[in-house]
């Protein structure tokens, strides 16, 4: 009988991650974001880290206090980002990431959205490398090996493997298998593909075997190594929605 | 301030929007564009997919009704149509990739009379953000900009060649402004239509390159 995959919290989901691996945070605008495993990354505190991220924060539908990648960033925990976003997706947003690059305390690599799933994509499918039509002429190009097919020009960009893949899903059964709900896939099976160790939060109870039908699995438990059952709130991290963020804010505001 | 004469943005997403045809796969980038998703298409079917791999999704959901899991690329809780499907990131962009999206509309900083433009690093800044920009613009069948004429400080973003990194080169085919419609054309930029209580006059010193001005110019084509 092989070992569980099911873990008792997400303390003891990331307990052996060491210093100096490449991680994966999944989820686009908060759908699919590993909210939890990423507050317990923080508290873990492994340092010299390399996320992959679309972006930073994440959207409007978390709270300000919630754990996001700028708690690594805030921590020092983080040598390099790479993503789609180094400034803020909207001007009125300040990131300390932002900061933490522009004065060289962080290294950075920004790369088109759909060149950094397609290179997590080629990671998990074995394919070392690949051609894209995507920031060709651009500043990313320069200096970089371009190759000419059927007239057109293309940029070489290879795969992007990662230690870890800190993901998100709706339902998970016991070998790790998983559907995702609604928007919630976005980069995650990509993430969990390249990842040698992939780490999920899961919204439902942990099924049994044969719980979820074959054809609806998104994402085979061979990509999928530990499972977290999001408990809930508080204890655990939802989304929210606007008005239960004021609400949440005006009670914390109240008991002080 | 920007200068608040001419079209509404929703006035100017309106007129992009009545070039979209019938069955077409439409991407609409953040800010600006997102209010293409209000316009009234009339019999017209057009389909909107977002980065995060919605394929089909509707208007925005309304307040309480919010499913939790499903937003646009803007990070929007919207709804899904009859017909819709939702796939993963790298599947998303495989469709952007492989030149199935008809139009993308996205927003920008300068667009110059060759059609280069850009939209993800201002001047003198480290990084940005990119997002889906290159990929959309570098693969999609047309790119549509919409933005205001000219910057907050004054200066024109149609402009003869970017001074700021681009986005992608000579992709784009046709700009709106609060002051007009404008073509990109092998000849250069090309006033289409001039939006209402605004002249040529105006536009041209608005303006950082030469425009083609027919000797009559058609005021901007709006519903209703």
Same mark, same amino acid.
Request: glycine residues 10%; proline residues 6%.
């Given at each position: 009988?092989?070992?569980?995959?099911?873990?008792?919290?997400?303390?003891?989901?990331?307990?052996?991650?060491?210093?100096?691996?490449?991680?994966?945070?999944?989820?686009?605008?908060?759908?699919?974001?590993?909210?939890?495993?990423?507050?317990?990354?923080?508290?873990?505190?492994?340092?010299?880290?390399?996320?992959?991220?679309?972006?930073?924060?994440?959207?409007?539908?978390?709270?300000?206090?919630?754990?996001?990648?700028?708690?690594?960033?805030?921590?020092?925990?983080?040598?390099?980002?790479?993503?789609?976003?180094?400034?803020?997706?909207?001007?009125?947003?300040?990131?300390?990431?932002?900061?933490?690059?522009?004065?060289?305390?962080?290294?950075?690599?920004?790369?088109?959205?759909?060149?950094?799933?397609?290179?997590?994509?080629?990671?998990?499918?074995?394919?070392?490398?690949?051609?894209?039509?995507?920031?060709?002429?651009?500043?990313?190009?320069?200096?970089?090996?371009?190759?000419?097919?059927?007239?057109?020009?293309?940029?070489?960009?290879?795969?992007?493997?990662?230690?870890?893949?800190?993901?998100?899903?709706?339902?998970?059964?016991?070998?790790?298998?998983?559907?995702?709900?609604?928007?919630?896939?976005?980069?995650?099976?990509?993430?969990?593909?390249?990842?040698?160790?992939?780490?999920?939060?899961?919204?439902?109870?942990?099924?049994?075997?044969?719980?979820?039908?074959?054809?609806?699995?998104?994402?085979?438990?061979?990509?999928?190594?530990?499972?977290?059952?999001?408990?809930?709130?508080?204890?655990?991290?939802?989304?929210?929605?606007?008005?239960?963020?004021?609400?949440?804010?005006?009670?914390?505001?109240?008991?002080? | 301030?920007?200068?608040?004469?001419?079209?509404?943005?929703?006035?100017?997403?309106?007129?992009?929007?009545?070039?979209?045809?019938?069955?077409?796969?439409?991407?609409?980038?953040?800010?600006?564009?997102?209010?293409?998703? =209000?316009? &009234? #298409?009339?019999?017209?079917?057009?389909?909107?997919?977002?980065?995060? !791999?919605?394929? @089909?999704?509707?208007? /925005? %959901?309304?307040?309480?009704?919010?499913?939790?899991?499903?937003?646009?690329?803007?990070?929007?809780?919207?709804?899904?149509?009859?017909?819709?499907?939702?796939?993963?990131?790298?599947?998303?962009?495989?469709?952007?990739?492989?030149?199935?999206?008809?139009?993308?509309?996205?927003?920008?900083?300068?667009?110059?009379? =060759?059609? &280069? #433009?850009?939209?993800?690093?201002?001047?003198?800044?480290?990084?940005? !953000?990119?997002? @889906?920009?290159?990929? /959309? %613009?570098?693969?999609?069948?047309?790119?549509?900009?919409?933005?205001?004429?000219?910057?907050?400080?004054?200066?024109?973003?149609?402009?003869?060649?970017?001074?700021?990194?681009?986005?992608?080169?000579?992709?784009?085919?046709?700009?709106?402004?609060?002051?007009?419609?404008?073509?990109?054309?092998?000849?250069?930029?090309?006033?289409?239509?001039?939006?209402?209580?605004?002249?040529?006059?105006?536009?041209?010193?608005?303006? @950082?390159?030469?425009?083609?001005?027919?000797?009559?110019?058609?005021?901007?084509?709006?519903?209703?």
């Amino acid at each position: 009988m092989p070992k569980s995959k099911v873990y008792v919290d997400f303390d003891a989901a990331v307990a052996d991650i060491p210093d100096n691996v490449t991680i994966g945070f999944g989820g686009f605008a908060v759908v699919g974001q590993p909210v939890n495993l990423t507050g317990a990354l923080a508290a873990q505190g492994a340092k010299s880290l390399t996320c992959v991220s679309n972006g930073l924060r994440g959207g409007a539908t978390l709270p300000d206090d919630a754990p996001t990648l700028e708690w690594l960033v805030k921590n020092d925990q983080v040598k390099k980002v790479i993503c789609a976003f180094t400034a803020p997706t909207r001007a009125s947003q300040k990131l300390a990431f932002t900061e933490y690059y522009e004065s060289g305390r962080i290294d950075a690599e920004l790369v088109p959205q759909g060149t950094l799933a397609e290179r997590m994509r080629a990671a998990g499918a074995g394919i070392p490398a690949f051609y894209t039509p995507a920031a060709v002429g651009t500043e990313l190009a320069e200096g970089r090996e371009t190759r000419v097919f059927n007239g057109r020009e293309y940029l070489l960009e290879e795969a992007l493997p990662l230690d870890y893949a800190l993901i998100r899903a709706y339902q998970a059964d016991e070998f790790g298998n998983l559907r995702f709900a609604r928007a919630q896939r976005n980069f995650n099976p990509l993430m969990a593909m390249a990842a040698k160790v992939t780490i999920v939060e899961v919204e439902e109870d942990i099924l049994p075997l044969g719980a979820i039908d074959p054809d609806d699995v998104h994402l085979s438990g061979i990509f999928v190594h530990r499972l977290v059952k999001v408990p809930p709130a508080p204890e655990g991290w939802w989304p929210m929605r606007a008005s239960e963020i004021a609400a949440r804010a005006a009670q914390k505001g109240a008991s002080r | 301030m920007s200068d608040a004469r001419g079209l509404s943005r929703q006035q100017m997403c309106d007129r992009l929007a009545m070039e979209f045809e019938d069955g077409w796969i439409v991407n609409l980038g953040i800010g600006i564009p997102t209010l293409t998703s =209000n316009c &009234d #298409f009339g019999d017209k079917a057009i389909i909107f997919h977002s980065e995060n !791999g919605v394929v @089909g999704y509707g208007p /925005l %959901a309304a307040p309480g009704k919010e499913d939790m899991h499903l937003v646009n690329a803007g990070g929007q809780h919207v709804t899904l149509n009859p017909g819709a499907a939702i796939v993963h990131h790298a599947d998303a962009f495989g469709m952007i990739r492989s030149g199935r999206i008809d139009v993308t509309v996205l927003g920008a900083y300068e667009v110059a009379e =060759n059609g &280069d #433009f850009a939209n993800w690093k201002m001047a003198g800044q480290k990084g940005g !953000g990119i997002g @889906g920009a290159m990929d /959309l %613009a570098a693969c999609a069948k047309h790119v549509f900009v919409a933005m205001e004429h000219v910057t907050r400080s004054g200066r024109p973003r149609l402009v003869e060649r970017c001074a700021i990194p681009v986005t992608a080169k000579g992709v784009v085919d046709l700009v709106i402004t609060n002051y007009g419609l404008f073509e990109i054309t092998p000849d250069g930029m090309a006033l289409k239509e001039i939006a209402p209580g605004v002249s040529v006059d105006d536009v041209k010193a608005a303006t @950082g390159c030469n425009l083609i001005v027919p000797s009559e110019v058609p005021p901007v084509r709006l519903r209703g």
